[in-house]
């Protein structure tokens, strides 16, 4: 199951970067990848 997860973060980690390459991302998105590295971390 971590594995998937794992994938899944990866996916949305690497559209993210390509989002930001183009400049299509809005202040909110890195934001939103803070918060969820916290939550991770308290696992």
């Given at each position: ?25 809005s ?17």
């Amino acid at each position: 199951m971590a594995d998937v997860k794992r994938n899944i973060f990866s996916q949305v980690y690497n559209q993210l970067i390509q989002d930001i390459a183009n400049e299509t991302v809005s202040p909110k998105g890195p934001i939103k990848i803070e918060k969820r590295k916290k939550i991770r971390a308290q696992k």
